[in-house]
Each structure stands twice: as C-alpha cells, then as structure tokens.
C-alpha cells in the first residue's frame, strides 16, 4: 500500500478512494475495494511481534473483494461472543463479504484460528454527515464462545496526554517487521490539542476523536490497521481512523473515541 491517507486507514470509505501516492489525502469516488489502487492491507509500523493467544480479543477482518491473497481487510475487536467492534469505513460492503478470525497470528497459517461470517453490520448513522462517527459493530453468525472479550472504554477524559495506549494490527510494516503478522506498537495520547493544529484543514473532532502517537513520528498505526484496537488500561480506548502518510512527523494516527460512541455502542452489543 502506498500510503496512510485523511480519514481512512484502508483503500475504502464510504464514498472515499485512496489515493496513489504516500501521504497523499484521499479523494472522492465511488469505487469498489476490489478496484482500490493496491487493496487494503495492513501496517503497524516501527512495531513488535504480538501475539493472539495475549490478546485473543483482536480480531482479523477479511473480505471476499480484498485483492490481498489472505483475504485481509481491517482489524476489529470482539466485546461480546457474537460483536465485533471495526471502523464504520471497513463496513460499507455486504455483510455476506466478511469474514471474521479469532487467533490467527500470522494470516498465511489458515490452520490456525477460529472463522466466522457477518450475519448483520450496524454502522453510526452519523459516519459521512459529521466528523469522526467513524465506528461499527458486526455480528457474527458462529459466535466466538469462550473467547475473552475487550470491555468498551466509557470515560472520555481517558484521552489525557501522555496516556500509554497500545495499537494492534497485522502485515505489512514498511520494513520494520513481518508481513501479515500479528504486531503492536506504542502509541501514546497527544491530546486534542496537538491534533487539531496538525490536522487543522483536515477536520480533526476533538469530541469523538484520540491523537496518539508520536511528534517525530516513527511509530504508528498504518493503512489497513483501520477498525482495530487501540487499548488503554484493558479497555477498548479506539479504533483506527485515519490519518496523513504512515509513522510520519507532525501526522499521528486518529482514532475513533470509543468512550464517545460507548453508549451506543453497548446498546447494539446487547441487542
């Protein structure tokens, strides 16, 4: 993949296309994934070998439309034996599209793992109208039963500068580590301050919205770890959003504030 791009961190949004060149802001269009330039695949750069059996919550998100031959598509996070939390712009194609991978560290070993289609998606209603919205739930048709789950983050003042919030995802990290690898990385809060004088013509939400990361950059979440966890204090703290370029100075990650969206959220995990 080319490049991290404004407001997504996979080829496809709704309504929105990436564009080819790294750092390069993503662009109106109407396009399928499948027709994306390089498909959606993931990076956590500058990052560590993670693994599954630690954090068995983490959960790989497939499509059928990925040009990526391991089918790879977003990341997720389960917070209930039969939801998954992702990103709402990794939930614009047919439910029947997905599938769903529990404890599978390294995508090419379809040995390990447990797999699940989407019977049902639910996406914020307010994703596309207004800034930041950018978070879904999908049910899964097999649930995970057994499997350990990651509770929603519900205080929005967990955002504080300095916080230690890790970021997981799989594959490729621009030659800091393994390709379709289950990885993670440090990332810690910037505050809204931060973000919204970096992003100040891209529409940064301070109330809906998480900066981390680092200033001189080297460290991030990258295009394709979009939907995934990023966890503070065993909560389910984000979800990767988006952002300009990948572990570059002055462009941080966003991530969607789960604790704004918490209310909701819960209310179609328990549905």
């Not at 919550?57 to 917070?79: K, Y």
Request: proline share 5%; glycine share 14%.
């Amino acid at each position: 993949m080319t490049g991290r791009l404004q407001l997504v961190r996979a080829a496809l949004a709704a309504g929105v296309l990436a564009a080819a060149s790294l750092g390069a802001v993503a662009v109106a269009g109407s396009a399928s994934a499948a027709e994306a330039p390089d498909g959606p695949k993931t990076r956590i750069v500058g990052g560590t070998i993670a693994h599954t059996a630690d954090t068995p919550w983490a959960i790989q998100l497939s499509n059928s439309g990925s040009p990526d031959p391991t089918g790879e598509w977003c990341g997720s996070t389960l917070v209930a034996a039969n939801k998954i939390v992702t990103a709402a712009h990794c939930a614009q194609e047919s439910a029947s599209t997905y599938t769903a991978i529990q404890g599978r560290d390294v995508l090419t070993d379809t040995s390990s793992g447990k797999e699940s289609k989407i019977s049902s998606i639910w996406v914020d209603p307010e994703y596309g109208s207004a800034g930041g919205h950018d978070v879904a739930v999908m049910t899964l048709a097999t649930p995970f039963d057994g499997v350990p789950t990651l509770a929603l983050e519900t205080d929005a003042g967990a955002d504080t500068a300095g916080a230690p919030s890790v970021v997981y995802g799989w594959g490729d990290t621009e030659g800091t580590g393994p390709a379709d690898t289950f990885q993670k990385v440090d990332v810690p809060v910037l505050g809204d301050e931060y973000c919204e004088q970096a992003y100040a013509s891209e529409g940064y939400t301070a109330n809906g919205e998480i900066c981390a990361g680092y200033e001189d950059g080297g460290k991030d979440s990258c295009q394709g770890d979009s939907g995934g966890p990023l966890v503070l204090n065993g909560r389910l703290f984000g979800v990767v959003s988006w952002g300009i370029g990948c572990a570059d100075a002055g462009n941080p990650g966003v991530y969607a504030e789960v604790a704004t969206y918490a209310a909701e959220l819960q209310s179609q995990i328990d549905g």
